[in-house]
């Protein structure tokens, strides 16, 4: 995998009855690097509607996704198998108190590219929300295959 690579995030929340679900999805350019077995990957983020940006780091390592935000936004996520986490999420309208359960996390590695699929359970102010899914492709730019869902 190179250093620089092209960051690809399709998320959806499946909302309670009678609510839409919208998915959400971020294309970018981002840097990468692997230390201690872990894979970074940094790449910052436009609010529309705000002057500045959100710096986002995500770690993956076997059944953790850890993703950091700083910025417009601040926030950080932690993704574990089997296990609840608890996180505050400033946002410029106010903080918002989440619970993260991850269900499922799968991580594949090729040597350009890293797919992550997790699903969870996402809890505000410790009632049930919605029930989520993130999907992340994380390839080489120089691969010259870039294949977004």
């Given at each position: 995998?190179t250093?620089?690579?092209?960051?690809?995030?399709?998320?959806?929340?499946?909302?309670?009855?009678?609510?839409e679900?919208?998915?959400?999805?971020?294309?970018?350019?981002?840097?990468?690097?692997k230390?201690?077995?872990?894979?970074?990957?940094?790449?910052?983020?436009?609010?529309?509607?705000?002057?500045?940006?959100?710096?986002?780091?995500?770690?993956?390592?076997?059944?953790?996704?850890?993703?950091?935000?700083?910025?417009?936004?601040?926030?950080?996520?932690v993704?574990?198998?089997?296990?609840?986490?608890?996180?505050?999420?400033?946002?410029?309208?106010?903080?918002?108190?989440?619970?993260?359960?991850?269900?499922?996390?799968?991580?594949?590695?090729?040597?350009?590219?890293?797919?992550?699929?997790v699903?969870?359970?996402?809890?505000l102010?410790?009632e049930?929300?919605?029930?989520?899914?993130?999907?992340?492709?994380?390839?080489?730019?120089e691969?010259?295959?870039?294949?977004?869902?």
């Amino acid at each position: 995998m190179t250093k620089d690579v092209l960051v690809s995030i399709n998320g959806m929340q499946i909302a309670r009855q009678n609510e839409e679900s919208e998915p959400i999805e971020v294309i970018t350019v981002g840097d990468y690097y692997k230390k201690n077995d872990k894979h970074y990957i940094i790449y910052e983020e436009v609010m529309e509607g705000f002057s500045g940006t959100t710096k986002n780091i995500i770690k993956l390592q076997e059944d953790c996704v850890d993703i950091t935000k700083r910025g417009i936004t601040n926030v950080h996520m932690v993704f574990e198998k089997n296990r609840k986490n608890m996180t505050c999420y400033e946002t410029p309208f106010g903080n918002l108190m989440l619970g993260i359960n991850a269900k499922d996390i799968r991580i594949t590695e090729k040597e350009n590219d890293i797919s992550v699929n997790v699903k969870y359970a996402l809890e505000l102010n410790n009632e049930h929300l919605a029930d989520c899914t993130m999907k992340m492709e994380i390839q080489s730019k120089e691969s010259g295959a870039v294949a977004l869902f």
